[in-house]
């Protein structure tokens, strides 16, 4: 199956989270912090939203930092992806 987003919406795979911390101490899985980068797997096709003409600026592969509680969360064929507005992605990583 596959993800395609309707109007401004984007699919995202939500990248690894650390299990180290930088001095070298594991983490434990409920002690992680989710990262709010992820790569985009799908973009949908802009147009008219909210009677306002929206040009997907994020393509598919562009690795991205969303905001904290955006998105819906949807699992399909065992993997985790979050769909969220274009105005919740808030910065494009180079």
Sequence with gaps: ??????????VLK????????KSGIIL?????????QAEVVAVGPGGMVD????????????????S???GTEVKLDGE???IVRQSDVLAVVQ
């Design 14 to 21: 939500q990248l690894e989270a650390e299990e180290t911390t």
């Design 28 to 36: 434990t899985s409920q002690s992680q912090e989710k990262p709010q």
């Design 1 to 10: 199956m596959k993800l395609a987003p309707l109007g401004d919406r984007v």
């Design 51 to 66: 009677g306002k003409e929206v040009a997907m600026q994020v393509k598919v592969g562009d690795q991205v930092i969303y």
């Design 80 to 82: 985790e992806y979050i």
């Design 68 to 70: 904290k509680y955006a």
